[in-house]
């Protein structure tokens, strides 16, 4: 069984300050971690993944995650934040890369103060 | 760049009523999901299918809901019979055997 626990259903930071969004996980595989971001009124995009391998992963706009298998964790940041970062992120897990039945958090709402 | 595609984005219907959600896969996908999520609640998945079958389901997926794949395009969810419950935000998502999935935009289904 799978679970992903996001700490923090609302975080506020200012514009050019650190973003730092929670995500603990709880696999009984090696798991396959997602974050996804939604944008009021879209889909939910794929900010970045992590398979296997290299434990920093790199995303798009800005963003970058780290595994970090003794802590079950799997936590998004961006050192500098943007308006247009203000969005719900949800981080998943999966049992396989392709994110067969993800297993999403709650989802953390970002909000961006001038 | 191809993208899924839901119809309609937002859909209300009587409890009672039918409905079926549509969607448009991107188009060399072969792995098709149903997720939905309920306001102020997880994205939670629904169902997975595969070579014109179901490969995975969960226990929200009971005899109610059904999927199909008509042609070659659609993927569709139906309803048979709302309940107030079934308000949600429905997401479609495909991919390939190697890439992750990709979403549709949901439809928003509101029974009253």
């Known amino acids: 069984a799978q679970s992903v626990t996001q700490l923090g259903s609302h975080v506020s930071v200012s514009e050019g300050a650190l973003v730092l969004l929670r995500c603990n996980y709880s696999s009984s595989v090696p798991p396959y971690l997602f974050w996804y971001v939604q944008y009021p009124n879209q889909g939910l995009q794929l900010l970045l993944k992590?398979?296997?391998?290299?434990?920093l992963v790199k995303g798009i706009n800005g963003f970058e995650a780290e595994f970090k298998k003794s802590e079950t964790s799997f936590h998004l940041t961006k050192p500098s934040a943007h308006m247009s970062d203000a969005a719900e992120y949800f981080c998943a897990v999966s049992h396989n890369n392709a994110g067969n039945m993800l297993t999403f958090g709650g989802g953390t709402r970002l909000m961006v103060k001038p | 760049e191809p993208e899924v595609t839901q119809t309609p984005s937002h859909q209300v219907t009587q409890m009672g009523q039918e409905v079926i959600l549509r969607c448009v896969p991107i188009s060399n996908h072969l792995y098709f999901y149903w997720y939905r999520q309920i306001l102020g609640q997880k994205v939670e998945f629904l169902v997975s299918f595969y070579n014109n079958e179901i490969s995975e389901k969960s226990e929200i997926f009971d005899d109610q809901f059904s999927v199909e794949r008509p042609d070659g395009s659609n993927f569709t969810l139906k309803i048979r019979s709302t309940k107030l419950e079934d308000s949600a935000m429905y997401f479609c998502a495909s991919h390939n055997r190697n890439t992750e999935a990709f979403f549709g935009q949901g439809t928003r289904l509101t029974v009253v």
């Open positions: 992590y398979t296997t391998g290299a434990t």
